[in-house]
């Protein structure tokens, strides 16, 4: 269980984290909706220890975090634009954190292979960053990410740069890996379907502040996240569309 609590964070005279306080149980995928600038990207990085909050505390299984430094955490932040290592392969990209951890080269050689093939980029294996596409590249930085399973997966709105496609294959991929290797994630966007189609709990985050909600639907129903009228207007939009003759 990730135990956050009491979280503040202030620059200057202005709240961008306002005791924010979160429950979320192993195996569980809490998608945080928010508009640009509330606060989101502050709460991940305070989660994975890259900013330091000025106040509250983040526990995992009940023991403190906030002591431990990010690389020793495992609460692995991905980025919106997946940050590779530009002069190593994308197996070598993948291999990283198990390389890091000394793992025996079997294991490595076989945990990669298998990953690989998860993520449909055996092909690519050899290739570099930079001769990769936009969606290829969120996936190799998706599995340097969970390849040594890391306690916690913080995304911030990891699919936001790639066409609308790219991003529903991503997300249906993000689902299936999710539900197979039991992450627990805090998966933060501003796209109302994608909160919908990602979490198994719904939080709504504005001026600093978060809304934990109980189930889907009082999430929906909430008009404070505006989901129900984003939901209306697609529906409306789907009847204006008349089937070809
Ligand atoms: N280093 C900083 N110094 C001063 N203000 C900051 C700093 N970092 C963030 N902020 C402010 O804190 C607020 C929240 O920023 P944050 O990056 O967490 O937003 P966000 O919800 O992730 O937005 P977006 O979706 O646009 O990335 C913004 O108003 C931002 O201007």
């Not at 990410?145 to 790639?162: G, T």
Request: proline share 5%; net charge positive.
């Amino acid at each position: 269980m990730l135990t956050i609590q009491n979280l503040h964070k202030a620059y200057h005279s202005q709240n961008v984290l306002d005791q924010v306080s979160l429950e979320l149980p192993q195996g569980q995928v809490l998608a945080v909706l928010g508009r640009s600038g509330c606060g989101k990207t502050t709460l991940l990085k305070t989660a994975a220890g890259l900013l330091q909050p000025d106040a509250g505390s983040i526990k995992w299984a009940g023991e403190s975090m906030d002591l431990v430094p990010p690389r020793e955490r495992e609460m692995v932040y991905l980025f919106q634009e997946p940050l590779l290592f530009p002069h190593l392969s994308v197996f070598e990209n993948i291999a990283y954190g198990l390389r890091v951890r000394k793992v025996k080269e079997a294991e490595v050689q076989q945990k990669v292979e298998h990953l690989l093939q998860e993520l449909e980029l055996q092909e690519h294996a050899q290739k570099k960053p930079s001769q990769l596409s936009g969606g290829q590249r969120q996936r190799v930085a998706f599995g340097r990410a969970i390849i040594f399973l890391p306690r916690v997966l913080l995304l911030d709105e990891p699919f936001a740069s790639l066409d609308a496609q790219t991003r529903a294959t991503m997300q249906k991929l993000f689902l299936r890996l999710a539900r197979k290797y039991n992450i627990t994630a805090l998966f933060v966007t501003h796209d109302v379907k994608e909160a919908l189609l990602t979490g198994d709990r719904f939080a709504y985050m504005a001026a600093g502040k978060i809304k934990i909600y109980t189930s889907r639907e009082a999430f929906i129903e909430d008009p404070a996240t505006g989901v129900r009228d984003e939901l209306a207007f697609w529906n409306s939009i789907d009847q204006k569309i008349t089937p070809l003759p």
